[in-house]
């Protein structure tokens, strides 16, 4: 009865006189393998592509740009704000605002969410939100001892260069640990990687090895496929290198073999420890970014552009990040469709990012668990299977990459595009990340008889 009342409510709350946000179109960049192809490209590079590309695909005049909302997770300290260099490096009309926002790998989906706060409280009409990380360009960082030392030469006070010497000593601590700590995607609560995680919730939810791989193999299948019938080509803006290559594809995706995947050993812990999670079914390492034009709908209606897609709802969960650290997606995903006043069976489409094979498979367990429910999500009814021609139908980030501050852009645009192409109603959006966060919301498109011009007008160009 509380639930049926929600619906209710979110249902007449959507319809308020507040200003409607509406989402035009994304584009992205390849997703490649750090280290590689994009080692010389930062995130601020990456993030002028998105941004450029997207202007020339809309017709977008950049003198209408009020906002560039910008997620980033692999922080340099010669580049605070991403969104603001972007507007720089592109020459943009410098009255445009930019900021950034740091939410682990949601950084994306938090750009978009704040795009949508700022438009529907009337604050801007027109915005870019979007996100880039370069794992290529993350700083290694010189231990605090030695950053004091160095400090001291100049801050200590001292006069002379023996003075200054004697400061540097003072606080530089010994030789031995002057050397950079090597990055690792490690939860700073806990001290274990995620991976480590990951094979912990995979115990706790009984996923099989089998199970994974078997998942992953079907997540390559299925990007192949999309990738042969040219779907990737709406979202994907060629990117040239400072090198001068052009990179057309992402680089991750693999001819699925089950066997081969098989023999790999796992990377976090032994078999006989419940050791699961190998190279081939968690993400690799990745260089991308996307973005996406948001606006006021009536707006978009006077530039021209396709006003059927909008974001219905949006939701952010935390969990304990011990032991299942990227769980938080299945509390998140009862709260957006109770928002949204909807059933899981009611989309049309899921996109659910891939950071492990085995987080997808313990989510997917979990919205139907009644412990879990009970505990951390109020006694909610189970969500019911989702129809797996509705899941990750051009397959997922195992197969594409995950650059994260990209994905919830790359996420949104995929759900976004598919609707439009299959004329569905209702996506919902789900991706976990560090810290026990996760991020859901839920697109949809509207009646286009209703909207004016029609969407398949930005498609085309």
Known sequence: MKQASMRIAARRSYSTGTPRSVLVAGMRTPFVKAYGEFLHDDATALGSSCVSSLINKTNLDPNLLEAIVWGNVVLNTSNPNIGRD??????????????????????GCRAISDADM????????????????SVSHAELPIPNDLTRG???????????????????????????????????VAEKSTGRTMGYHTDVTAEFNRISRQAQDEYAVESHRKTQIAKDKGVFDEE?????????????????LQKPNLEKMQKLKSAFRKPE???????????GLTDGGSAVLMANEDFAKKQGWPTDMVLRAWHYSSVDPWPQLLIAPAVAIPAVLDKAGLTLQDMDIVEMHEAFAAQVLSTLHLINNKKFLDDLCGGHK????????????NGGSLAIGHPFAGTG???TIAAMNELRRSKGRYALISVCAAGGIGATAVLERLDESSVQPSAASIGNK
Request: aromatic share 6%; with cysteine; glycine share 12%.
């Open 86 to 107: 972007i507007n720089i490096d592109l020459n943009l009309p410098r009255k445009i605002v930019a900021h950034q926002v740091s939410m682990a790998c949601i950084s």
């Open 118 to 133: 700022m438009i529907r409280g009337g604050h801007s009409n027109c915005i870019i939100a979007g996100g880039s990380d």
């Open 150 to 184: 160095l400090a001291m030469t100049v801050y200590g006070g001292a006069k002379t260069p023996k003075g200054k010497l004697e400061q540097f000593w003072k606080h530089a601590g010994p030789i031995a640990k002057w050397l950079p700590g090597m990055p690792s």
């Open 236 to 252: 994907i803006a060629p990117f040239t290198t400072k090198s001068g290559k052009v990179v057309r594809y992402d680089n991750f």
């Open 273 to 283: 420890d419940h050791g699961t999670i190998t190279a081939a079914n968690a993400t």
């Open 382 to 393: 189970p969500m019911g299977d989702i129809d797996p021609a509705k899941f990750n139908v």
């Open 409 to 411: 852009g790359r996420c």
